[in-house]
């Protein structure tokens, strides 16, 4: 029953340094995100949307604010460098 307990998981200094900087940019992505969808809620709510035809406005402008934060997310998603974990396993394995 001694070796049933899982071990500890071993990370290198590069490992935990690339999860830290992970971490942050998640962060800034989440604080991004959310700044826009602001701007934009506050921009639909003064109406300038209105007066542009070719913007379509389907939804109220808290809505519309919400939206925009899974918007921005999915457009920021391009901070976060996958190719640095493809690289680190690459460079483990090789």
Do not use: C, D, H
């Not at 969808?37 to 007066?51: D, P």
């Not at 035809?53 to 604010?65: K, L, N, S, V």
Request: charged share 15%; aromatic share 16%; net charge negative.
């Amino acid at each position: 029953m001694k070796n049933s307990k899982e071990g500890p998981t071993k990370l290198s200094a590069v490992e935990r340094q690339l999860n830290i900087f992970v971490y942050w940019i998640l962060v800034l992505q989440l604080i991004l995100s959310l700044a826009l969808g602001l701007m934009t809620s506050f921009w639909n709510q003064e109406g300038t949307i209105s007066e542009n035809f070719y913007i379509p406005f389907e939804f109220m402008f808290q809505t519309e604010g919400v939206l925009s934060f899974f918007r921005y997310f999915l457009l920021l998603n391009t901070l976060l460098p996958i190719s640095l974990f493809v690289s680190l396993e690459v460079i483990k394995g090789g």
